[in-house]
């Protein structure tokens, strides 16, 4: 007398074939949530370092102002010279107590306490500094280079 119980179990090509279907699915599933958070993640991600390159530029028109503030205090004859790296192929504007500078449709502008003939400065593409010079008449002069001298 045999008993044939297995009768009703499906057999091993059928379940591995459920099997790989049901990863399919798990992975689609994935790729579909990855489809959606990923321009999303990117997004943000393009946006903070626009905000970090921002303040970099502020921070180095700050610099500028402060330096110029120095050798403005300090009289005729005094020079002091500050990179600006983050500022690098962008135009300076200078007149009495602001310096002004465009970065990437965003404009900036520090006040500081110093008087300066107006100008406009272009730095260079790499390596920018800026030599603040306290002249005779005690006005404050702005002179671009690359690199420090």
């Known amino acids: 007398m045999q008993i044939n119980m297995l009768t009703n179990i499906p057999s091993l090509s059928v379940l591995r074939g459920q099997a790989s279907l049901e990863y399919l699915l798990v992975l689609a599933a994935l790729f579909a949530f990855l489809a959606v958070w990923v321009p999303v993640i990117t997004n943000v991600q393009d946006k903070a370092l626009a905000y970090s390159e921002a303040s970099g530029a502020n921070g180095a028109l700050s610099r500028l102002a402060f330096t110029a503030e120095e050798v403005y205090l300090l009289g005729d004859g005094n020079m002091r010279e500050v990179c600006v790296g983050a500022l690098n192929g962008r135009t300076l504007r200078i007149s009495n107590g602001k310096i002004a500078a465009s970065y990437k449709e965003m404009d900036f502008e ?40």
């Open 110 to 149: 520090v006040s500081g306490k110093f008087n300066a003939r107006n100008a406009e400065i272009t730095l260079p593409e790499s390596d920018a500094c800026v030599a603040v010079y306290c002249c005779v008449n005690g006005k404050a002069e702005f002179t671009a280079s690359r690199g420090l001298h």
